[in-house]
């Protein structure tokens, strides 16, 4: 880029800031502050949600010592719990994209109308999703259950899923909270408590599981009971951490002062937040009950599919932290760059945290590959269902920079509010590509379980020549926030 256009790029609009010719070069590398500041706000992510990741491995192996029922049953839980993590995710990411974008304007009293958007629909998420839970956990149980399961392996697994599923919901409300504060903690650069919070909270959840699901040191042997007690005691330790040390530190953490004080929103602000929350919320929710179905098109292929599914699902989260750490860290860079009408520097750090994911994913992806083999042997479960696992674990290390890309893409849309085109971009492309490929090679041909999910995962390619040109075309270099609030 010449010097002239770096001379003026704070003060360009962002029309013409998308005309600008971005070199490859200066697209692919960073100068060292660029990465410096990456890694301040992708490090403590990585470290935190890789560690819940590993904790979530050895809960998962102390789960399956108890039987590979026990392990389905969990999974299954774990399936619909993740419908609703993402439903609370999404929810908090339109009013987050304020947030983001208010900060990097250091518009201080912004960023706690938009935390506040965030408490009252956590709170509206929780009540919804306790009730639906309540009333219709055990249909949506069976549903993951094939219909050639033994009878007594159906009665086990209902039985074990229920009893889980009715403790775990205790731990709602306290997750909701704390996803508001951390996010809004990220979404300003500011992810260290949030690491220190879950780092702790993990500890917690694996001390407890080995005292309740075994019955160590005097503890009742509660079995898959005892995990689900395990995760709620860690769901409050992390809450109760991360907003005491929130507050306690007024200079640290001065955005959050005074968030309590009349609970105020401006009506202006209403409109534009829900605007782009509606979409996101849609999206998380039909993206999650998409991957749901695709377990459930898997597993009509037998239950010991769900209890390799698991075990794969568990091991490659671990892998694939680094790349989706770098998409998150992609709408936090990218979003205070736009808050901040640097448009050009924003274009700049999308593509850069493409680079930067897609590198990462090639030294993951070895890891990964490498490992498919040995880590399922420490299941105490049938050679079926290691044999299975591994074979499972491969397809995700291979189309790892496919995903890579996606989720970057996905992100640096979000972070300019096109909300509805991530729902198109998304959701839409799970349910009317993915889940009709599973659904008819899963159904209707003889194909083996692994090549259908090779399959269904390599259509992954259609969604980011759709994400390169959207990226590309700049539709998303916008600043969301100038003159949002009215006095």
């Known amino acids: 880029m010449s010097l002239l256009v770096r001379e003026n790029e704070n003060i360009m609009t962002a029309e013409e800031a998308v005309k600008v010719k971005l070199g490859l070069k200066e697209c692919l590398i960073g100068e060292p502050s660029f990465y410096r500041r990456v890694a301040f706000v992708v490090l403590p992510m990585i470290v935190q949600n890789t560690l819940s990741n590993v904790v979530g491995l050895l809960d998962n192996v102390m789960v399956g010592q108890v039987g590979t029922l026990a392990m389905s049953s969990v999974a299954i839980v774990n399936q619909l719990m993740f ?60 549903k993951y259950i094939a219909a050639d399961t033994a009878v007594e392996d159906v009665l086990v697994t209902r039985r074990l899923a229920w009893g889980y599923l009715r403790i775990i919901l205790i731990s709602l409300a306290p997750f909701a ?19 220190i919070a879950s780092m702790t909270a993990m500890v917690v959840n694996f001390v407890f599981n080995l005292l309740l699901i075994f019955g160590y040191l ?24 991360v907003t005491f040390v929130a507050h306690y530190k007024k200079t640290e953490y001065e955005f959050l002062q005074g968030l309590y004080n009349g609970f105020y929103i401006p009506t202006s602000m209403i409109k534009p937040v829900l605007s782009k929350t509606l979409p996101l919320f849609a999206n998380e929710f039909l993206w999650s009950m998409g991957q749901a179905v695709l377990l459930q098109c898997y597993s009509v292929r037998g239950i010991r599919v769900i209890a390799a599914m698991n075990i794969a699902n568990t091991i490659a ?32 750090y999308a593509w850069r945290m493409a680079a930067l994911s897609i590198a990462s994913c090639f030294v993951m992806g070895t890891l990964l590959t490498l490992a498919s083999s040995f880590i399922p042997q420490i ?83 259609i969604k980011c020549l759709i ?12 600043n969301i926030v100038r003159g949002t609030i009215e006095a």
């Open 83 to 142: 419908v609703f993590m993402l439903c609370i995710w999404g929810a908090l990411a339109g009013a987050g994209i304020f947030g983001t974008q208010f900060f990097g304007r250091k518009d201080y009293e912004g960023v706690r109308y938009t935390m506040r958007i965030k408490l009252i629909v956590a709170a509206v998420i929780v009540l919804v999703a306790t009730i639906v839970f309540l009333f219709e956990g055990y249909i949506l149980i069976d």
């Open 177 to 195: 909270i704390t996803q508001v504060y951390s996010g809004t903690l990220r979404e300003s650069g500011k992810t260290t408590l949030p690491m």
């Open 218 to 241: 005097g503890f009742p042997k509660m079995g898959v009971a005892g995990a689900a007690v395990a995760t709620v005691i860690s769901r409050f330790v992390e809450m109760g951490i």
């Open 317 to 348: 989260q671990i892998f694939n932290e680094v790349f989706l750490s770098l998409g998150n860290s992609t709408s936090i860079v990218v979003g205070q760059a736009l808050g901040a009408d640097k448009f050009v520097k924003a274009r700049r």
């Open 379 to 461: 299941y105490n479960t049938e050679d079926e269902i290691r044999h299975l696992a591994t074979s499972f674990i491969r397809v995700v290390a291979l189309v790892m920079p496919l995903n890579a890309f996606a989720n970057v893409s996905y992100f640096t849309l979000r972070s300019g509010g096109r909300t509805f085109v991530t729902f198109l971009f998304d959701s839409c492309f799970v349910w009317t590509v993915s889940v009709v490929a599973a659904r008819i090679l899963a159904y209707h041909t003889n194909m083996d379980v692994v090549s259908v999910f090779l399959t269904v995962c390599s259509l992954e390619i």
């Open 467 to 478: 994400g390169f040109i959207l990226v590309k075309k700049g539709v998303w270099v916008r």
